[in-house]
Every structure is written in structure tokens, then in C-alpha cells.
T-cell receptor, first 116, second 115 residues
Framework: AQTVTQSQPEMSVQEAETVTLSCTYD???????LFWYKQPPSRQMILVIR??????QNATENRFSVNFQKAAKSFSLKISDSQLGDAAMYFC?????????????FGKGTKLTVNP | DVKVTQSSRYLVKRTGEKVFLECVQD?????MFWYRQDPGLGLRLIYF???????EKGDIPEGYSVSREKKERFSLILESASTNQTSMYLC??????????????FGPGTRLTVL
């Protein structure tokens, strides 16, 4: 079974600085998808960024980018120019491509604090 | 705008009560999910449904059942609530991707307290 590990339960960053959240996963599949979700305090979970395993190029969405290392099974999230609104729980998630399953496997999350 | 709604944001129930949590999506998605979120444990899948009247167990189905009579609605049922079911419950939906990297859309969550 696939597993997703987020080794940092909590992280903090100064406003305008850069922070990197770590995520590793375990799978025997060669094709799969990876996601970072954000859950602000008392608000809905939303997708931040996604990456297809067959793409070598790292995904980027404005201030958010990933460092995808397929061989190392690592998928870290970099937040540049951190803003107060980035404070949230961040979850890394994995989805396989076999069997048509849409199930996601989530990590335990990293709580990000942004200090003014 | 895509939308997943849940019937209650906060719910307080007594041990032994039958509890219904309702989730509705307006995106015509085939797949719907119920997760439980606990501090330090992340999101754990309880049940999911890939079509009307179809369901599959997730990682922690014990003590729960589900119902999907209509495509847009997915209900989570606690037959006899217990204190260890006190948690945040999240509903999500997604279309069948056929290999594409479709995202799951989440509801606002129901914080259930069982006394």
C-alpha cells in the first residue's frame, strides 16, 4: 500500500521569506499523481499545486513550486515571499493511476505559521 | 463555482445515537468520499462511492456506513455513536479522471462531538 510521510508536524516562516515543506512517499507504481492541499484555519481544504509523475518539469503556481525527485520519492513544496494568508495546515497527497481509483492517500500534515 | 456542502458545521450527539452526516455536490461528479480528520493523524478515508448505490470501504470503515441514492448526495451514518467518533468529518468529490490528475473538491467539514 502507498504511504505518504510529512516529517515536519510544524513549521514557521517570517513574512516575505521562503519556506520548504517536505513530503516523501512510498509506491511501487511508475505512474501516479501528487498534490499539495492547503487547509486554512476554519476554512475549506483547497488544492495548491499538482504534479504528474511522468513529467520531469516541476510544477509552479505563482509563489508555490514543487521539487519533485522521482527516484528519491520526494515531493517538497516551496512557498516564496510568504504571506500571512499562507498560514494553514498543508497536506501532501498521492493518487495512483491504476485501476481507475480516484482515492487519495494523505500525509499527516504540516502546520505552517507565518510570523509578521 | 464548484461547490461541496455539508449539512452541519457543528454537531453534538449523545453516545448511542444514530447520526447522519449529509454531503451534497453540484458538479455532477461520479466519485464522493468521506474522510475523518484528527490532529496528528491527517485525513483517513472512511468510505467512498464511485457511482450511485456503489460504495467501497476505505481505511477505517468500522462503526460507519454510507448511502448514495442520488448522484449528488453522499451520506455518512454512525449507527451508534461512540465518544471515539468525536472528530472532524470531511466530504469530497471528484470526477472520474481516466488518468488525468483531477483534484478532489472538499466541503467545509462537520465537527462532531459525541458526549
Amino acid at each position: 500500500a502507498q504511504t505518504v510521510t510529512q516529517s515536519q508536524p510544524e513549521m514557521s516562516v517570517q513574512e516575505a521569506e521562503t519556506v520548504t515543506l517536505s513530503c516523501t512517499y512510498d509506491t511501487s507504481e511508475s505512474d501516479y499523481y501528487l498534490f499539495w492541499y492547503k487547509q486554512p484555519p476554519s476554512r475549506q481544504m483547497i488544492l495548491v499545486i499538482r504534479q504528474e509523475a511522468y513529467k520531469q518539469q516541476n510544477a509552479t503556481e505563482n509563489r508555490f513550486s514543487v521539487n519533485f525527485q522521482k527516484a528519491a520519492k520526494s515531493f517538497s513544496l516551496k512557498i516564496s515571499d510568504s504571506q500571512l494568508g499562507d498560514a494553514a495546515m498543508y497536506f501532501c497527497a498521492y493518487r495512483g493511476s491504476q485501476g481507475g481509483s480516484e482515492k487519495l492517500v494523505f500525509g499527516k500534515g504540516t502546520k505552517l505559521t507565518v510570523n509578521p | 463555482d464548484v461547490k461541496v456542502t455539508q449539512s452541519s458545521r457543528y454537531l453534538v450527539k449523545r453516545t448511542g445515537e444514530k447520526v447522519f452526516l449529509e454531503c451534497v455536490q453540484d458538479m455532477d461528479h461520479e466519485n464522493m468520499f468521506w474522510y475523518r480528520q484528527d490532529p496528528g493523524l491527517g485525513l483517513r478515508l472512511i468510505y467512498f462511492s464511485y457511482d450511485v448505490k456503489m460504495k467501497e470501504k476505505g481505511d477505517i470503515p468500522e462503526g460507519y456506513s454510507v448511502s448514495r441514492e442520488k448522484k449528488e448526495r453522499f451520506s455518512l451514518i454512525l449507527e451508534s455513536a461512540s465518544t471515539n467518533q468525536t472528530s472532524m468529518y470531511l466530504c469530497a468529490s471528484t470526477e472520474t479522471s481516466g488518468g488525468l490528475n483531477n483534484e478532489q473538491f472538499f466541503g467545509p467539514g462537520t465537527r462532531l462531538t459525541v458526549l
